[in-house]
């Protein structure tokens, strides 16, 4: 089992930066592949970047890539997203996703087996 706890989300104005949190309770993190997802109000919620176990390999939705950054840090269960240059169709419901077991593919909602609260990202014009 794994508990994923978001934090970090908030008002910022466009070009602005923030980065989330997600602490994880639970002593399989290290061998967990963790996600980023959002959701916008009347969409489906989307693929928004990811990291290997190690740390080592990262993969990123199109919309993102180039100014957003996941990490993590094993030592302190905790993935990290950086977001840059934030734009207001970045507006949505930011959750963070864990996959223990292999999965062939981890951009979608279907991989990921454990999921946090979601932290509410706003971005103003």
């Known amino acids: 089992q794994v508990q994923l706890v978001e934090s970090g989300g908030g008002l910022v104005q466009a070009g602005g930066s923030l980065r989330l949190s997600c602490a994880a309770a639970?002593?399989?993190?290290?061998?967990?592949?963790m996600g980023w997802f959002r959701q916008a109000p009347g969409k489906e919620r989307e693929f928004v970047a990811r990291i290997s176990r190690s740390g080592v390999n990262t993969y990123y939705a199109d919309s993102v890539k180039g100014r957003f950054t996941i990490s993590r840090d094993n030592a302190k269960n905790t993935v990290y997203l950086q977001m840059n240059s934030l734009k207001p169709e970045d507006t949505a419901v930011y959750y963070c996703a864990a996959r223990i077991d292999y999965s062939a593919s981890y951009i979608s909602t279907k991989d990921y087996d454990y999921w946090g609260q979601g932290t509410q990202v706003t971005v103003s014009s």
């Open positions: 639970g002593r399989t993190f290290s061998n967990a592949v």
